[in-house]
């Protein structure tokens, strides 16, 4: 069982930056690969990017490609995003989750956090 809980949402203008951190509970969370998801008003959620249990690869939605980092601490149980260059359509509520393979499906992804506000003004 993990629990997560996400942090380091808010407004920023478009270019700016924001980091945002997922704290998970659970001794087994350097088995999981973790995942940020996203979801805009009135669309699917939406795969971001993934890193798998050691750190050593990451997987990036072309539309977020050069401008986030994900990266994780095990020592630490946490993961997080580093959203540079923000635009517009980056406003979305980003969702942290776990799941035991290597996937970009939502629904491969067995535990999710409560979600925090990103959004981007023009």
């Known amino acids: 069982q993990v629990q997560l809980v996400e942090s380091g949402g808010g407004l920023v203008q478009a270019g700016g930056s924001l980091r945002l951190s997922c704290a998970a509970s659970?001794?087994?969370?350097?088995?999981?690969?973790m995942a940020w998801f996203r979801q805009a008003p009135g669309k699917e959620r939406e795969f971001v990017a993934a890193?798998?249990?050691?750190?050593?690869?990451?997987l990036y939605a072309d539309s977020v490609k050069g401008r986030f980092t994900i990266s994780r601490d095990n020592a630490k149980n946490t993961v997080h995003l580093q959203m540079n260059s923000l635009k517009p359509e980056d406003t979305a509520v980003y969702y942290c989750?776990?799941?035991?393979?290597?996937?970009?499906?939502?629904?491969?992804?067995?535990?999710w956090g409560q979600g925090t506000q990103v959004t981007v003004s023009s």
């Open positions: 989750a776990a799941s035991g393979g290597w996937y970009r499906e939502a629904q491969r992804y067995d535990y």
């Open positions: 659970g001794r087994t969370f350097s088995r999981y690969v």
């Open positions: 890193i798998n249990w050691s750190g050593g690869s990451t």
